[in-house]
């Protein structure tokens, strides 16, 4: 299995920037995908959820209405569009893949950094 994040940059504070996964190794439509980040010097945190079908999706509360997750299948790819970007958004950020029937993540990318300049 391996995750491909990317589409990070540097962008300035309300732009928008979205980032893809590319999975492979793996049928991509029976597993639910995550977003995190990590910012330095703190703990890695939960940014969005999505089912495998891409019905249901979850946020992080501080991301709710700047945030979208989304997938397509046919193409093995998870999405994040962030707008309205602000510096504490500043992060490395990861795709994940929640295993089947857990709620534990088993497999992630390596990142794609994101850098908001105020």
Known sequence: V???ASGGGLVQAGDSLTLSCA???MTF????M???RQA??????FVAYISPAGAG???QDSMKGRFTISRD????TVYLQMNNLKPEDTALYYCARRGR??????????GTQVTVSS
């Open 2 to 4: 391996q995750l491909q």
């Open 23 to 25: 999975a492979s190794g």
């Open 29 to 32: 439509s029976s597993f639910a």
């Open 34 to 36: 995550a977003w995190f």
């Open 40 to 45: 330095p010097g703190k703990e890695r945190e």
């Open 57 to 59: 999706t979850e946020y």
């Open 73 to 76: 299948n046919a193409k093995n």
């Open 101 to 110: 029937g857990t709620v534990e993540y088993d497999y992630w990318g390596r």
